[in-house]
Nanobody
Framework: QVQLVESGGGLVQPGGSLRLSCAASGSIFTINTMGWYRQAPGKERELVAGISNPGSTNYADDVKDRFTISRDIAKKSVYLQMDSLKPEDTAVYYC?????????????????????WGQGTLVTVSS
């Protein structure tokens, strides 16, 4: 009942830029922290950047001066501006959100919490 849909991945040359977008939809009551993770081939998924509902941010050390995370609360969306991309940034990037949503149980509904994930978008940095 909650979906996260990412867009904006693709192929870019080293030093280039990409902007990822992620929009949440469904019976959402509120969204707390949103973030971006990535998983390179043969590696574990890792946090790239996160942003809280008030707007405080945190970044992985290797992207701190190159990537910028932002969100539009009204649009239930989060963005990742990626500049000065390097080949080692190549990975599938996943959107993540801590969501409170209304879940239907026949004749009643319950407010529940979900750690939601998008389907991922591939970013390839190569010349």
């Amino acid at each position: 009942q909650v979906q996260l849909v990412e867009s904006g991945g693709g192929l870019v040359q080293p030093g280039g830029s990409l902007r990822l977008s992620c929009a949440a939809s469904g019976s959402i009551f509120t969204i707390n922290t949103m973030g971006w993770y990535r998983q390179a081939p043969g590696k574990e998924r890792e946090l790239v950047a996160g942003i809280s509902n008030p707007g405080s941010t945190n970044y992985a050390d290797d992207v701190k001066d190159r990537f910028t995370i932002s969100r539009d609360i009204a649009k239930k969306s989060v963005y990742l501006q990626m500049d000065s991309l390097k080949p080692e940034d190549t990975a599938v990037y996943y959107c993540n959100a801590d969501v409170q949503y209304w879940r239907n149980y026949g004749g009643y509904r319950s407010l529940e919490t979900l750690h939601a994930w998008g389907q991922g978008t591939l970013v390839t940095v190569s010349s």
